[in-house]
């Protein structure tokens, strides 16, 4: 039983505006309209995007949960500051990428701009604070937070908290609004305490779970490469499926019916995308590597090692259906953010079904509700930068001359010999599938790395249907 202490009013700070700690906050300012709360960003374009009707992120719900708040209690600005001054709790919830360079490259966090975060605080701090880390860390980070803060120059004191996010994109709203569990970990009783009471403002108290700081900061890690895990075994099994004829979405429902086993997040896919599952199982196959845990690095780096199988699987099915050849034919990719509801492009699997079908020279129109064409060829440009440490100019031709954005499905898939479904976008479910047929060069293949299309009558209509484990149809059988 928590005691019940005296607090201050809560005055809150988030420093990182992102696709977690916007909408997070607006959540805050929404349930608690008497709280301040100041979200603030390096990034001056971001915060005047937060500022406008055209939010940075595309999430369903947030506009309305932004415009409640905004001008009342919640405010976005660039102050980083002014807003660590004028706040007593501080959330830090900037980007934690993968290291892509010197010890650690492409498992171990770049933890820079945390720390850069830590030393803006000590820098500005007097009096107390609270400094809850909320972007994902690897674990004991709190105890290099608690270090470097303890070097403020004006004697400020300090709480480090651990209060990691479990929210999904495309779900944000509801999930903040009704989360499963809220997870906060901290040594100081008090401190775990002013946090959960304003979480407490809307979230039953039994959900607010507290644990020790590691625990919490593990347990981010842990949802995650579980999650993750989930997708990696039901994809390990779609390939059993297309090489048996067995079909993974039945599989999925019978054993998702097993109470122990459960139905969620047994979708097979093109393979998981996003800011997060391998990020973070990476981070924990770093951990474990540097406890000496090698055997457990490999059970965990396997997901991933699956994931990218599942991608480039899909592409090479796609390469060999076509009669081996892709060279020079044109493809519409329907979906590129990582899932739907989202415009958020971090490692989705459409950049590198691009990019294998973009070597074999094919001609790509790509069309996606809510990501912009600026950011899909910022996507492809950094994912052959990535394999050849720069852009050579063959790939930068292959960019310019073979990929077409449309803001149009039937304009993507006009003339084309094959689409690929690679996002779950439920406007493709809608789609006049007839009239797209008949703007197609035949044989119309149709790859659906979502299994989210009718595949049986899209072979009556005439397409050759190719999907994640499922048998393959065509007209006629
Ligand atoms: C994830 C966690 O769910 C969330 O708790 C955490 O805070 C952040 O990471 P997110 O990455 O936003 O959230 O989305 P999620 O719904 O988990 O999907 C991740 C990826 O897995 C997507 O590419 C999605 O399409 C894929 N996926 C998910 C599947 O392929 N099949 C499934 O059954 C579920
Ligand atoms: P996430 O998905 O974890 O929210 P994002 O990349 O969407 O990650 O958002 C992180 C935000 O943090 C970015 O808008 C970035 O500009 C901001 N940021 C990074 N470092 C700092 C810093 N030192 N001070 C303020 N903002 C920062």
């Not at 779609?238 to 047994?266: Q, Y």
């Not at 094919?362 to 060829?377: F, G």
Request: contains cysteine; aromatic residues 8%.
């Amino acid at each position: 039983m928590i005691s019940v202490h005296n607090f201050p009013s809560p005055r809150i700070c988030c420093i990182g505006a992102g696709y977690v700690g916007g909408p997070t906050m607006a959540m805050i300012a929404k349930q608690c309209p008497d709280i301040p709360v100041h979200v603030v960003d390096v990034n001056q374009h971001r915060i005047d995007q937060w500022n406008s009707s055209d939010l940075p992120i595309y999430e369903p719900g947030l506009q309305d949960v932004v415009e409640e708040a905004r001008g009342r209690n919640l405010t976005f600005s660039t102050d980083v500051e002014g807003a660590i001054k004028s706040s007593n709790i501080i959330f830090i919830s900037v980007n934690t990428p993968t290291k892509t360079f010197g010890i650690g490259a492409g498992r171990a966090a770049n933890l820079e701009f945390i720390e850069k975060c830590a030393r803006k605080i000590a820098e500005c701090s007097t009096g107390h604070k609270v400094v809850v880390e909320k972007s994902t860390l690897p674990v004991r980070t709190a105890e290099a937070v608690k270090r470097i803060l303890m070097s403020s120059a004006n004697n400020a004191t300090f709480d480090v908290l651990s209060n990691p996010e479990f929210l999904a994109e495309g779900t944000a709203i509801a999930d903040l609004l009704n989360p499963d569990r809220v997870l906060i970990g901290g040594e100081s009783e008090a401190a775990v305490e002013q946090l959960a009471s304003v979480y407490g403002r809307w979230i039953p108290r039994e959900r607010i779970l507290t644990t020790n700081l590691w625990s919490s900061e593990l347990s981010k890690l842990t949802a995650n490469a579980f999650l993750a895990q989930r997708v990696s075994s039901i994809n390990a099994i779609s390939a059993l499926c297309e090489a048996t004829g067995a079909d993974v979405d039945e599989v999925a429902r019978a054993i998702g019916t097993d109470s122990r086993i459960g139905p969620k997040f047994l979708k097979a896919s093109v393979g998981f995308g996003g800011s997060c599952f391998q990020k973070d199982i990476l981070n924990l196959v770093y951990l474990c590597e540097h406890f000496g845990l090698n055997e457990v690095a490999k059970y965990w780096e396997q997901v991933v090692t699956m994931n990218d199988y599942q991608k480039k699987r899909f592409s090479a099915r796609i390469v060999r259906t076509m009669f081996h050849t892709v060279s020079d034919k044109k493809i519409a990719i329907w979906g590129f953010a990582f899932k739907k509801d989202t415009n958020d492009t971090r490692e989705s699997a459409a950049i590198y079904i691009c990019r294998d079908l973009l070597e074999e020279r094919a001609r790509l129109t790509i069309y996606d509700p809510q990501v912009p064409e600026s950011q899909i060829r910022a996507e492809l440009t950094a994912v052959f930068q990535d394999t050849v440490g720069g852009l050579s100019e063959h790939h930068q031709r292959l960019i310019e001359n073979n990929v077409l954005v449309s803001r149009d499905p039937y304009e993507a898939a006009k003339d084309s010999h094959a689409i690929a479904v690679l996002t779950e976008w439920d406007e493709f479910k809608r789609l006049d599938m007839t009239r797209v047929f008949h703007a197609m060069h035949r044989p119309a293949f149709l790859f659906d790395g979502r299994n989210i299309l009718d595949a049986m009558h899209l072979a009556s209509i005439g397409f050759e249907v190719h999907s994640i484990g499922r048998p393959s149809y065509r007209a006629g059988g």
